[in-house]
């Protein structure tokens, strides 16, 4: 069983429509949490970034952890044709310890 | 705003060559990393250093060497090629070690026939 579990899509959702991207975790000792998204071509950015359990809003974007079910997720509102990428998750137990990646999840945000 | 730059951009190798894949970051970083991308596995990391003068490895080092050459450079050499490297490879900066974001190039996509 992998660390990190990311459903990789692809999910295709019309211009405006909310967008849930999800991942599940086996590692309890992680608390740092990351959401990097990747464009074609490009290198991954970051996207969002929470410590423990919680909300964290930014703009469109809402990052949610739980970790009692060991689940993240982001929410993209008011979804954009440039919202289309591969988003990330990513994760950490925090210090010195390695950041563990997700698979990613490949948007298509049609117009 | 250049950031981190990988060169070259892309690479077709034959088994058993070598190739030296560069990275350099202009934001002063004390941290750099090498990764690669292939379908399926994510991000994994190749081989780190701290700072300058230190380098160690990661989770997937077989077949690969570093240089942190000064502070901004940080190369990553395949010895002997194989058709297993290839592959997408990213290299990153952070501030200090394990810091977040990291800051990544736009990649080397190597082929390795």
């Known amino acids: 069983q992998k660390e990190v579990e990311q459903d990789p899509g692809p999910l295709s959702v019309p211009e405006g429509a909310i967008v849930s991207l999800n991942c599940t975790y086996s590692?309890?000792?992680?608390?740092?949490f990351m959401w990097y998204r990747q464009y074609s071509r490009k290198g991954p950015e970051l996207l969002m970034y929470?410590?423990?359990?919680g909300n964290k809003e930014d703009g469109r974007f809402t990052a949610q952890v739980d970790k009692s079910s060991k689940y993240i997720s982001l929410f993209i509102r008011d979804s954009q044709p440039s919202d289309s990428a591969t988003y990330l998750c990513?994760?950490?137990?925090?210090?010195?310890?390695?950041?563990?990646f997700g698979t990613g999840t490949k948007l298509q945000v049609i117009p | 705003n250049a950031g981190v730059t990988q060169t070259p951009k892309f690479q077709v190798l034959k088994t058993g060559q070598s190739m030296t894949l560069q990275c350099a970051q202009d934001?002063?970083?004390?941290?750099m990393y090498w990764y690669r991308q292939d379908p399926g596995m994510g991000l994994r990391l190749i081989y780190y250093?701290?700072?300058?003068?230190?380098?160690d490895k990661g989770e997937v080092p077989n077949g690969y060497n570093v240089s942190r050459l000064n502070k901004r450079e940080f190369s990553l050499r395949l010895e002997s090629a194989a058709p297993s490297q290839t592959s997408v490879y990213f290299c990153?900066?952070?501030?200090?070690?394990?810091?977040?974001?990291?800051?990544f190039g736009d990649g080397t996509r190597l082929s390795i026939l």
């Open positions: 990153a900066s952070s501030e200090r070690l394990r810091d977040q974001p990291q800051h």
């Open positions: 590692n309890s000792a992680f608390q740092y």
């Open positions: 929470t410590y423990s359990s």
């Open positions: 990513a994760m950490s137990a925090g210090g010195y310890q390695k950041v563990t």
């Open positions: 934001m002063n970083h004390n941290s």
């Open positions: 250093s701290a700072s300058e003068g230190t380098t």
